[in-house]
């Protein structure tokens, strides 16, 4: 009997293994092809879709990242690698005209799974809440204002400036953090540990490692 429900529990944590992986490879396909870019959001339309549901299949946001890396890879191959391209040298520019605010790079433009839908994300850093708006003002670029609540870490979270733009058929997207933020970026939403990002000079090094390797890596890949 004891071999027999060692049995019956080998074969449970393997079809929940099955499960899981299945869910991470529809919620990467919904990303990839709906545009989705909450992994929660993701995972429960894709638990509905394969009519799963119990807690145990759903899986972690860093499996259906890898799973949305092994999709673009094997179905929009030189397509997304193009658009991840043009976002990043796009995204150069923005950091070296936005030098001022020690702006940094984020999110799948950096992290290699931006797609047509992705807008080019960066962080900004100033004590002057209104330096940002002045700053594109003065330059001529209408922005639209939202907010958005970041956790700087595992206890406080901070409600940040948030201003989108549109320019070279792109949208950037820009968080407006306090300057001592620079010291460790914002908790991420797909692993909550630090998030990964860039100034200029990384991202030109990473541009660079591309064109050196014919690929385009991920910051992960640095």
């Keep these: 009997m004891p071999h027999a429900r060692q049995h019956a529990h080998q074969h449970a944590l393997t079809r929940t293994r099955e499960r899981r992986h299945r ?3 529809e919620a990467a396909r919904l990303m990839a092809e709906g545009g989705i870019r909450d992994y929660h959001q ?9 009519g799963i549901h119990d807690d145990a299949s759903l899986p972690r946001n860093r499996e259906i990242e890898d799973a949305l890396r092994e999709y673009q890879r094997l179905f929009q191959g030189d397509i997304q690698a193009e ?4 976002r990043r040298e796009a995204a150069l520019r923005a950091l070296e005209f936005l030098d001022s605010f020690d702006p940094r790079l984020v999110g ?17 850093y100033t004590d002057d809440a209104k330096a940002v708006p002045r700053f594109l003002e003065d330059h001529g670029i209408p922005a639209e204002a939202r907010t958005r609540r970041l956790r700087l870490d595992r206890t406080r979270s901070v409600d940040a400036d948030v201003w989108l733009f549109g320019a070279e058929d792109l949208t950037f997207d820009l968080t407006v953090l306090p300057a001592d933020a ?6 991420s939403n797909v692993d909550e540990r630090p998030m990964r990002r860039a100034s200029a000079h990384q991202l030109r090094d990473l541009l660079l490692l591309s064109d050196t390797c014919g690929t385009t890596p991920g910051a992960r890949d640095r």
């Design 23 to 25: 869910l991470a490879h």
């Design 42 to 50: 993701a995972k429960l339309k894709a638990a509905a879709r394969l």
């Design 83 to 86: 658009g991840l391209r043009q």
């Design 108 to 124: 799948p433009v950096l992290d290699g799974t931006a797609d047509a839908n992705s807008a080019v994300s960066l962080h900004l």
């Design 182 to 187: 620079l010291r460790q970026a914002p908790l």
